[in-house]
């Protein structure tokens, strides 16, 4: 029963421009939706969450936006640069329970 | 460096063999969270512990168990090993006093081969 989903297992975005990675979810009580990035031989690390009851959450070239309405996040990146290829976790958090996407790769050509 | 460390790094055995993974969470953390990371599947939540008790259970098999010990540090046991136990599994830790929001700190993983 995989409560988040990502539907894209890669995505190829030329440098410079927006990547917008997209995740959607089926169970609407959690409490805070993440982001986290992932190198190869490394573990996750946070990037950015947003609280259920926004909309939008903005640090520095990463945005993400929550739809409650459509049950859908999306990371915005803007712009992309070669170090943020990586691996993208979506996740969700409620009561202290975190449940992870399967994860889209990311591809920032030159 | 997330503060948190896990060991071995990797780890080979046989079928029908139990091994058993480390990990010692960041300083000051209290709460531990274990993951498995098959091919091509993401982050499967097995268990999690806060201060030594177990506080949330995820799709965990009953041949796996874990504890938190007084020290904080936890250890995963798998048992009865099988092909499809072969994975990286992650350990997390987190502050876990009830204004945490979600931020995990991982280690760097445990990659346990199972031939």
Same mark, same amino acid.
């Given at each position: 029963?995989?409560?988040?989903?990502?539907?894209?297992?890669?995505?190829?975005?030329?440098?410079?421009?927006?990547?917008?990675?997209?995740?959607?979810?089926?169970?609407?009580?959690?409490?805070?939706?993440?982001?986290?990035?992932?190198?190869?031989?490394?573990?996750?690390? *946070?990037?950015? /969450?947003?609280?259920?009851? =926004?909309?939008?959450?903005?640090? !520095?070239?990463?945005?993400?936006? &929550?739809?409650?309405?459509?049950?859908?996040?999306?990371?915005?990146?803007?712009?992309?640069?070669?170090?943020?290829?990586?691996?993208? *976790?979506?996740? /969700?958090?409620?009561?202290? =329970?975190?449940?992870?996407?399967? !994860?889209?790769?990311?591809?920032? &050509?030159? | 460096?997330?503060?948190?460390?896990?060991?071995?790094?990797?780890?080979?055995?046989?079928?029908?063999?139990?091994?058993?993974?480390?990990?010692?969470?960041?300083?000051?953390?209290?709460?531990?969270?274990?993951?498995?990371?098959?091919?091509?599947?993401?982050?499967?939540?097995?268990?999690?512990?806060?201060?030594?008790?177990?506080?949330?259970?995820?799709?965990?098999?009953?041949?796996?168990?874990?504890?938190?010990?007084?020290?904080?540090?936890?250890?995963?046991?798998?048992?009865?090993?099988?092909?499809?136990?072969?994975?990286?599994?992650?350990?997390?830790?987190?502050?876990?006093?009830?204004?945490?929001?979600?931020?995990?700190?991982?280690?760097?993983?445990?990659?346990?081969?199972?031939?």
């Amino acid at each position: 029963d995989q409560q988040v989903k990502q539907n894209s297992p890669s995505l190829s975005v030329q440098e410079g421009r927006i990547s917008i990675l997209n995740c959607d979810y089926t169970n609407s009580m959690f409490d805070y939706f993440l982001w986290y990035k992932k190198y190869p031989a490394e573990g996750p690390t *946070f990037l950015i /969450s947003i609280s259920s009851i =926004k909309d939008k959450n903005e640090d !520095g070239r990463f945005t993400v936006f &929550l739809n409650k309405s459509a049950k859908h996040l999306s990371l915005h990146i803007v712009p992309s640069q070669p170090g943020d290829s990586a691996v993208y *976790f979506c996740a /969700s958090h409620r009561d202290d =329970k975190i449940i992870f996407g399967k !994860g889209t790769r990311l591809h920032i &050509l030159p | 460096d997330s503060g948190v460390t896990q060991t071995p790094k990797h780890l080979i055995t046989a079928t029908g063999q139990r091994v058993t993974l480390r990990c010692s969470p960041r300083s000051g953390d209290l709460s531990v969270y274990w993951y498995q990371q098959s091919l091509d599947q993401g982050l499967q939540f097995l268990i999690q512990y806060y201060n030594g008790e177990e506080r949330a259970k995820g799709n965990i098999l009953e041949r796996f168990s874990a504890q938190q010990f007084p020290d904080l540090h936890s250890e995963l046991n798998l048992s009865s090993l099988e092909l499809g136990d072969s994975a990286l599994y992650f350990c997390a830790s987190s502050v876990g006093d009830g204004t945490y929001t979600g931020e995990l700190f991982f280690g760097e993983g445990s990659r346990l081969t199972v031939l």
